[in-house]
């Protein structure tokens, strides 16, 4: 299984991004999706995460109402919109694939080489 996450970049505070997520190697649409981030210094961190068709996503608090999860699974591609940022979502995110959607980092299987996001205040 191979993840690439792009997308990622430098921004200003309130600025968008969208970053993409291509899964090879095994069937995806089968597969739950997930994001992660991590900040230098801190853990690794729930992001979103989405499920096989689409029809149930998950959100960290942190991100409710300015991040969107989605999928195509005719693409492989899993994505992640990213609104309004703020300084403090700064960090490497990582996508996940596993078995369902889950905001459990241990239960995803496969894990991508991450994206930077920096954003400017």
């Known amino acids: 299984v191979q993840l690439q996450a792009s997308g990622g970049g430098l921004v200003q505070a309130g600025g968008s991004l969208r970053l993409s997520c291509a899964a090879s190697?095994?069937?995806?649409?089968?597969?739950?999706m997930g994001w992660f981030r991590q900040a230098p210094g801190k853990e690794r961190e729930f992001v979103a995460a989405?499920?096989?068709?689409?029809?149930?996503?998950y959100y960290a608090n942190s991100v409710k109402g300015r991040f969107t999860i989605s999928r195509d699974n005719g693409k492989n591609t899993v994505y992640l919109q990213v609104n309004s940022l703020k300084p403090e979502d700064t960090a490497v995110y990582y996508c996940?694939?596993?078995?369902?959607?889950?905001?459990?980092?241990?239960?995803?299987?496969?894990w991508g080489q991450g994206t930077l996001v920096t954003v400017s205040s």
């Open positions: 996940a694939q596993g078995n369902g959607a889950t905001t459990r980092p241990d239960l995803y299987d496969a």
């Open positions: 190697g095994r069937t995806f649409s089968s597969y739950g």
């Open positions: 989405i499920s096989w068709n689409g029809g149930v996503k």
